[in-house]
């Protein structure tokens, strides 16, 4: 009897604590493709009216009594998502989100749902998370950002050896690369052989090729917006990986719980003492490094702060002779660095906008060392390239169909194309090229609206301001002749911040997007002006190549972007899409014959501008699910360049069009990956493209004992075609064992069956009667080059500590 | 060039291909300070049965004119076709201006710009330097001994200096004469139906005799950082080591126009820089011969007005610490007969003589 009321009066008890009691509703909003934590994001829960912006690990906490509740999340670009929720004690819930909004349209080749993909309006956006990168296979262990995009359609190397991506036929600085915000001028390692981006650290890389959202500007073929990594990890991570030519660790770890973490990466290569074995490296030094540090600042629910900080140095030497402007050195030297800082403020209105404002400095400066021959003495050339930026974003959800930014952005462009230091060399005086100053101020807005589940609209709006400033002297020259020293008629000086030249011009973006729940078809137009390039007269640029603001005799280039897609999904596993694109350039930049811009005052001299036009199709098909996955994507792409002009002179190729320096026009690349999602994760990639332009003599001529080769046209003749088949093996966590320390092997090898694909063809002197049985009677010799004309095996060792 | 590369990267001799274009004048020439160092030739490419060639002009008429109103008429060299000389005497004066004319026997007509005579820059100093991994050679596959030849200079300051430079090799030599599938006798390789047409006999020089090869490999440079300064040992050509026996440098420095160091630095650029993977990229080789009635016509070639000094070295390389590469063929004395002296070969032919050159010890 006892025991009966006492369990009576135990569950009154009982009843009357829950009757009334509050508990702790933990709500985490991810990104639906890649799981990565969604900071800012709104999250509503009614009855109740509770709002809260999740924090940079995507996370919000709510304080209920017990009861049923609806929750909603929503984020800017994202598909809004609700819940029902039943509140009976503390609990943790997750919220995925799905991409959806500021960009229309998109070719999804990385991913797993592909239904999302169909129904997320976006156009030419390749989205790359970091487990996606890590499934790559990569040079020499390491896996990387632009060599993963460069499988993907419409992306390819501006061959190898070069120092960035080229996007459907555009060079390589008409793209914008950013890190966390800030510009990066060499995005690349060891002359392009890997991306400066920390493999440990990247958390998400989205390259738009089609329609670039408003608040990007100044590049006309692309834009690479790499994210680095939030910190918000609640206890110590350490990540790291030892390989045969860098070796990298980076650790994730709160400073002040719940307020303060700190991310950092660090990488360095340091194993070039193995060149002393080979006699053709003696003396060859090959270092880099690279390093990353992201600190998260959370005071209040309404703030959130973030620096990063980046530095990559390289240092390259090699014990052959190097000329520049007649001095002759003994030895290669190239030493450059990147230093680039940035902060970030987010300050959240109310539950439905927030203001993000950032400040940002970006600096490049590259070396080429000039040893003396006997003395030893240095002679240095330097230049620099610094770009700050202050950018301030307003966002607003209206609601779940229409979401708009609003922003302003201020540039300011500090460019030291060249210096020369003596040293103590004696013969050599010291000499510098007067700064290049020029600011760009623009205003911009994106709206995404989202009428019907069928139909879903961007439009984007951007105007941009360029100014050249003072101090600088402008040549002004006989129009009737071509430029040149001796058709100067006069030199004006400009004083200090003095406007000279100024440009400017809206630039609308749109982009539309109707389907069903398996098909969708969608159309961009976008229209981009670049005030910054790098000029050099080579087949890629060197990182010591010149880089050159818009001035009075060199005008920004413009492009007109115009694609349309079909994505659909086939059956459950498999899907296919194609896109279609076409894009004119006006103020493409050429160079004359013999362009030689080193510590050249006046470089407008050796530069022509015309006409570019590319087009082309890219198709894919994949299947995204089960143990074996991949894809196969094909694009049939062309770039050509038209430099017509009234003065002979000034004509490339006599003013007709021609093929640029980076048209492809077939490109395949097939993925294969078998992942049996324990143990060994197996990826096959192979790539197939047609050979790049390159320039076929006319004749040749004997100019005292030298056989010289003449042109009269660019890019008449065509390498062979290139392919590559790679492998990369990872042995995951070999011991079995659930550890805090997890290993994983990686072993790789990039062109498994060593083709020797060409670099480049170029015709120079016979080596006396050597290869008579390849050249035959020909005057010249011509030589192929190829960068990895072996297979290149690698073996690394990463883990993982927590 | 990108020098990581290395490790993985190769070089191969690739059969060379061809956009030829036929009918293509080349007009090279200079006038000089010095007497019968001023010539013109002119050429023209054609393709003949699939190959190309470049075909000798001997029927033009060519003129250099100076802005003292002379003219000076080239006349076509008997044995050297394509080649046109003044007279004996004809020498450039440092304060005339220079601009050739040329005629070609259908009536097309061709000018240069006109060029002035740079005064001449002497050379300091000619030196060689021995180093044992002088330069890398593809064919070998290894780094080679030799000399890099230097020359120093003091440059003159308040005016822009443009040079070239071109360097000779002297060589004492033993053999004077070859004879395949034949012996030399009296003067004259006779024809031996005995000896396959593949035997080669040499015969040793009857009389002192050096040869004479003249380098050029379109060295230039702009005094554009260097102005006003002493340079000291700047490298001018590369002499690998063949043989132990001892040569005569003998170094040209060139004083030149600005258009014509332009279109030699290019020249340099195309024939001779042309490797790496970032080398500069192939371009039309525009120089300042045009044809007035038809500014289109592709016409290669420059004409310009030079001056020359001279310097040398000796080098005996007796004792230098390394292994010879080699000269190539082993002389092949024709053995002795019973009945008979062999012959010996006076000192004859183009680049040589029997004088002993300045510079000689």
Redesign the interface.
């Known amino acids: 009897m006892w025991s009966k009321i006492l369990l009576i009066l135990c569950w009154v008890y009982q009843g009357a604590e829950l009757f009334g009691q509050s508990s702790d509703v933990t709500v985490i909003v991810l990104d639906g493709e890649g799981n990565d934590p969604l900071p800012l994001a709104t999250v509503l829960i009614t009855p109740g009216d509770h709002g809260e912006i999740t924090d940079e690990q995507g996370r919000t906490t709510f304080t209920l009594e017990k009861g049923s509740y609806n929750v909603t999340a929503n984020f800017l670009g994202y598909r809004e998502v609700s819940m029902d929720l039943e509140v009976v004690g503390d609990t943790t819930i997750q919220l995925s989100l799905m991409p959806e909004g500021e960009i229309l349209q998109t070719i999804e080749v990385v991913g797993n749902n592909v239904s999302d993909r169909i129904k997320r309006p976006i156009l030419g956006v390749q989205r790359l998370n970091e487990q996606q990168l890590k499934e790559l296979p990569a040079v020499m262990g390491e896996t990387d950002v632009l060599k993963g995009l460069q499988l993907l359609a419409g992306v390819s190397s501006a061959g190898e ?1 070069s120092n960035g991506i080229s996007v459907r036929g555009g060079s390589i600085d008409q793209n914008l690369v950013l890190m966390d915000n800030v510009p990066i001028f060499n995005p690349t390692h ?2 392009g ?1 890997f991306s400066v981006f920390p493999t440990d650290g990247v958390q998400s890389a989205e390259l738009y090729q089609g329609n670039i959202p408003a608040r990007f500007g100044g590049r006309v073929a692309s834009v690479l917006d790499v994210q680095i990594k939030s910190p918000n990890a609640d206890k110590l991570h350490l990540t790291g990986g030892v390989g045969l030519v860098s070796s990298r660790l980076s650790i994730e770890t709160p400073i002040v719980k719940d307020k303060l973490y700190v991310f950092a990466a660090a990488r360095a290569s340091f194993n070039d003492f193995w ?1 002393d074995l ?5 003396d ?1 030094k ?1 270092n880099f490094g690279d390093g990353v540090i992201k600190f998260r600042y959370q005071p209040t629910g309404k703030h959130i702060f973030n620096f990063t900080g980046f530095y990559s140095k390289d240092y ?6 190097n ?1 520049f ?4 050195a003994d030895k ?1 030297i ?1 030493d450059y660095k990147t230093l680039n800082l940035s902060f970030d403020w987010n300050y959240r209105i109310d539950n439905t906008s927030y203001i993000q404002t950032v400040i940002s400095k970006a600096g490049y400066d590259p070396q080429i060392r000039l040893p ?4 030893g003495e240095e002679a240095i050339f330097s230049s620099g390239i610094d770009l700050y930026d202050v950018s301030t974003i307003w966002n607003k959800q209206q609601d779940s169909s229409l979401t708009y930014q609003v922003g302003l952005q201020l540039n300011y462009y500090r460019n030291a194309p060249g210096d ?1 230091d003596p040293g103590n060399t ?4 010291p ?1 510098s090229l007067p700064e290049e100053r020029a600011a760009e101020t623009s205003v911009f807005s994106d709206v995404t609206w989202s009428p019907s589940p069928q139909w879903s609209f961007s439009f984007g709006l951007r105007y941009a301001h360029y100014f050249q400033l003072g101090p600088f002297t402008v040549r002004r020259y006989n129009e009737e002749e071509s430029r040149s020293n001796g058709s100067v008629i006069s030199e004006e000086e400009y004083g200090s911040g003095k406007v000279i030249k100024s440009f400017g011009g809206l630039e609308p973006r749109l982009g539309m997007r109707w389907g069903t729940e398996k098909t969708a078809l969608k159309f961009a137009y976008a229209l981009n002006r670049q005030y910054l390039q790098n000029i ?7 990182p010591t190549s010149r880089w050159k603001t818009s001035d009075v005799h060199i005008r920004p280039q413009k492009s007109h972007l115009l694609s349309a897609g079909i994505q659909s999904q086939v059956s459950q596993n498999f899907e296919m899409g194609t896109e279609v694109y076409g894009r004119l350039i006006d103020g493409l930049l050429e ?6 811009f080193f ?1 050249k005052k006046f470089v407008e001299t050796d530069l022509l501008q015309g006409d570019g036009r590319t087009y082309g199709i890219e198709l894919n098909f994949r299947k995204h699910q089960g143990k074996n996955t991949g894809w196969i994507n094909y694009s049939y792409s062309r770039s050509f360049i038209k430099i017509q002009n009234d003065r ?2 000034d004509q490339i190729n006599e003013g007709a069009w021609y093929p640029s320096n980076f048209d492809q026009p077939h490109q395949l690349n097939a993925v294969y990956t078998l992942n049996d999602g324990a143990h060994h994760s197996l990826s096959l990639n192979f790539t197939l493209s047609s050979g790049r332009p390159y ?20 890019n ?2 065509r390498l062979p075609t290139y392919h590559r088949l790679d492998m990369s093996w990872t042995i995951k966590n070999p011991s079995l064992k659930n550890k805090r320390w997890v290993g994983e092997w990686i072993f790789t090898v990039y062109n498994i069956y060593g083709r ?1 694909n ?8 016979r ?2 009667s ?2 008579g049985e ?5 005057n ?11 297979p ?1 095996v690698s073996l690394t060792y990463q883990f993982k500590f927590s | 060039m990108p020098t990581i590369f290395l490790v993985w990267s190769c070089v191969d001799p690739y059969e060379p291909v061809y956009d030829f274009e036929d009918s293509i004048l080349f007009i090279q020439g200079e006038v000089s300070g010095e007497p019968g160092r001023s010539s013109v030739r002119i050429q023209e490419s054609k393709e003949l049965l699939g190959s190309y060639i470049t075909e000798n002009v001997s029927n033009a008429y060519v003129e250099v004119r100076t802005s003292g109103e002379q003219t000076a008429v080239f006349e076509s060299v008997a044995d050297t076709l394509g080649i046109y000389l003044p007279e004996e005497q004809f020498m450039a004066e440092p304060d005339w201006e220079y601009q050739l004319y040329v005629r070609l026997q259908d009536g097309r007509e061709y000018l240069s710009n006109w060029q002035s005579q740079p005064a001449a820059v002497g050379m300091e100093k000619v030196s060689a330097t021995f180093d044992p991994e002088v330069r890398f050679s593809e064919i070998r596959g290894e780094f080679v001994p030799g000399h890099q030849i230097r020359v120093d200079w003091q440059d003159p300051p308040d005016q822009a200096n443009y040079y070239r430079w071109t360097y000779t090799i002297v060589r004492e030599e033993a053999i004077c004469q070859s004879c395949f599938g034949s012996r030399y006798r009296a003067g004259a390789c006779q024809d031996d139906p005995s000896l396959p047409i593949s035997n080669r006999y040499d015969y040793l020089c009857s009389e002192p005799c050096f040869s004479f090869e003249t380098k050029s490999n379109l060295v230039v440079q702009a005094d554009e950082f260097i102005n006003g300064n002493r340079v000291r040992d700047k490298e001018v050509g590369v002499l690998e080591f063949e043989s132990r026996k001892p040569v005569l440098i003998e170094v040209s420095q060139h004083t030149i126009s600005q258009e014509q160091f332009a279109f030699s630095r290019l020249a340099n650029e195309l024939g001779v820089e042309s490797g790496g993977v970032n080398a500069t990229l192939p371009g039309a080789l525009v120089g300042n011969v045009f044809n007035p009635n038809d500014p289109n016509e592709r016409v290669i070639g420059f004409f310009g007005a030079s001056s020359r000094t001279t310097g040398r070295v000796f080098i005996n390389r007796n004792d230098i610490m390394a292994i010879p590469l080699g000269e190539g063929l082993t002389p092949m004395l024709e053995p002795p007969a019973v009945m008979e002296d062999i012959p010996q070969a006076p000192c004859e032919g183009p680049n040589r003589s029997a004088s002993k050159p300045e510079g000689w010890p």
């Open positions: 050896a060891l002359f052989l060149f080979i006699q053709k490296l003696k060859t090959a390259y030497q090699i014990n052959l002779i000329r402007a007649g001095f002759t290669n190239y003396q021959p006997l003395t020369l004696g013969d050599i005086n000499f050099f007269n080579s087949t890629t640029p060197l160079y004359r014959p013999g362009a030689d510590l002979v002179n320039t076929v003599p006319n004749g040749d001529i004997k100019i005292d004992d030298v056989f010289v080769p003449i042109y009269f046209e660019r008449n003749g020797k060409a670099q480049n063809i170029y015709y120079g002197p080596a006396g050597g290869f390849v050249f035959k009677n020909s010249l010799g011509a030589y192929r080059i190829s960068i990895f004309a072996a290149v």
